[in-house]
Nanobody, 123 residues
Framework: EVQLVESGGDLVQAGGSLRLSCAAS????????IGWFRQAPGKEREGIAC????????YYAHSVKGRFTYSSDNAKNTVYLQMNSLQPADTGVYYC????????????????WGQGTQVTVSS
């Protein structure tokens, strides 16, 4: 059974940092693309970062480029999202998701989803 479990969400002040983790199990880690998405209250879920394990293509949404960094630890089957210079607009539920396809910011490209972790940035 494929499972993705996010953790690391918290309440943080503007300008602060958080590191989210996504622990994957039930599949061969290196054969899937894993992406990060977020969903702000009342808004659609948007793709913010991913690195394809098929061709190493990378994607960062314009809104997070230069502030967020995606990394992975293959030995732990875990990917991370380091988030710096957080702003109130970064508030939302953050999800990781797995796809057989190359890197994509579209929710429709992903098959498996975690339950999400809440990030709240206060001003």
């Amino acid at each position: 059974e494929v499972q993705l479990v996010e953790s690391g969400g918290d309440l943080v002040q503007a300008g602060g940092s958080l590191r989210l983790s996504c622990a994957a199990s039930g599949f061969t880690f290196g054969t899937y693309t894993i992406g990060w998405f977020r969903q702000a209250p009342g808004k659609e879920r948007e793709g913010i970062a991913c690195i394809s394990r098929i061709d190493d293509s990378k994607y960062y949404a314009h809104s997070v480029k230069g502030r967020f960094t995606y990394s992975s630890d293959n030995a732990k089957n875990t990917v991370y999202l380091q988030m710096n210079s957080l702003q109130p607009a970064d508030t939302g539920v953050y999800y990781c998701a797995a796809s057989h396809r190359m890197c994509s910011g579209s929710v429709y490209a992903y098959t498996y989803w975690g339950q999400g972790t809440q990030v709240t940035v206060s001003s």
